[in-house]
């Protein structure tokens, strides 16, 4: 299942180099992309844990990026 998902204040295209790098790596995940200029984030995954793969990518946002907010 692929998703795209708005990013709100994603401050640096580093941090967002740093999300996609740590999502690719969760169990689950087919691929991902967080582009830092259309504040947008794609995560393609598995359809049955979809939600379970969502809260460990919220997760691993907020450490690389406290103030951003995934919207869903």
């Known amino acids: 299942m692929k ?3 708005r ?3 994603l401050d640096c295209a ?3 180099a740093k999300m996609e790098r740590h999502i690719k ?3 689950g995940v087919n691929d991902a992309s967080v582009n830092f200029l259309t504040q947008k984030m794609t ?3 598995d359809e049955g844990r979809f ?7 919220v997760r691993l946002c907020r450490k690389v990026e406290p ?3 995934i919207v869903r």
Do not use: R
């Open 3 to 5: 998703k795209i998902f």
């Open 14 to 16: 580093n941090c967002a």
């Open 51 to 57: 939600e379970e793969i969502m809260d460990e990518v």
């Open 25 to 27: 790596k969760i169990d």
């Open 43 to 45: 995560v393609d995954a």
């Open 67 to 69: 103030d951003c907010v």
């Open 7 to 9: 990013l709100k204040d």
